[in-house]
C-alpha cells in the first residue's frame, strides 16, 4: 500500500491539495494532528517557534497507516523524512509564499526564513537525498485542485513531467540574502 509524502515549506500549499485530495475520497493524514495526538511533539524551540520532533517515534507511530488499503497521503513539511514510497515536494513563488506566511501572522524573521528554505530548495534537496522517488509541483498558480490533479497524474503513472529541477527561484536569490 503506498504511503505518499506531500510535503514543502510551509505555505506553499499541502493543506490546500490535501484537503482537495480528502474530498476525492483519498485517507490524509494531517501530520500536526498526528503529532498531537500521539504525543509526539517535543520541546518548544521558542526563538524558532517550533517544536522538536523525533522523527525514528513519528515514523513508528505510522505503522497503523501502512496496514490500510489504498493510498495515503501524509501531509507536513516533515513527511519527506517519514517512511514513504513517493516524496510530493510543492513549491511556491517566494513573493507568493511570503504574502501567504504574512497572512497567517509569521513574524518577519519566520517568514524570511521560510522563503530562504524554498529559495535554497531546502526539502527538495533533503528529499532527494533518500533513496525514495520524488517530484516536485509548482504551486504558485492555478487552484489546490489544479495541484491534485497534477499529484493524480505523478500516483497513475505520469510522474516524468514532475521531475525535479523543473522550479528554480534562483533569480530571487538577492531579494531574500
Known amino acids: ?52 520532533v523525533d522523527m525514528e517515534a513519528l515514523n513508528d507511530s505510522l505503522g497503523e497507516y501502512r496496514a ?9 513539511h ?24 504574512r497572512g497567517r501572522g509569521y513574524s518577519e524573521e519566520k517568514v524570511r526564513e521560510n522563503v ?8 527538495l534537496c533533503e528529499s532527494m537525498e533518500t533513496d525514495i522517488p520524488v517530484n516536485e509541483i509548482d504551486c504558485s498558480a492555478g487552484s489546490a485542485a489544479d495541484a491534485a490533479d ?10 516524468d513531467i514532475y521531475l525535479p529541477g523543473n522550479t528554480d527561484w534562483s533569480g530571487e536569490m538577492e531579494e531574500w540574502f
Do not use: W
Request: with cysteine; charged share 30%.
Open 150 to 159: 497534477a499529484v493524480e497524474r505523478i500516483i497513475k503513472g505520469e510522474a
Open 1 to 52: 500500500m503506498p504511503v505518499i509524502a506531500i510535503t514543502g515549506t510551509p505555505g506553499v500549499g499541502k493543506t490546500s491539495v490535501s484537503s482537495e485530495l480528502r474530498s476525492r475520497g483519498y485517507r490524509v493524514v494531517d501530520m500536526n494532528e498526528h503529532l498531537r495526538s500521539h504525543g509526539l511533539l517535543a520541546d518548544r524551540d521558542e526563538a524558532r517557534d517550533t517544536y522538536d
Open 78 to 101: 516533515l513527511a519527506h523524512g517519514c517512511d514513504c514510497s513517493r516524496i510530493i515536494v510543492l513549491r511556491c513563488d517566494p513573493r507568493i509564499l511570503a504574502g501567504r506566511l
Open 116 to 123: 530562504q528554505a524554498e529559495l535554497l530548495d531546502v526539502i
Open 68 to 76: 490500510e488499503s489504498g493510498t495515503v497521503f501524509l501531509d507536513s
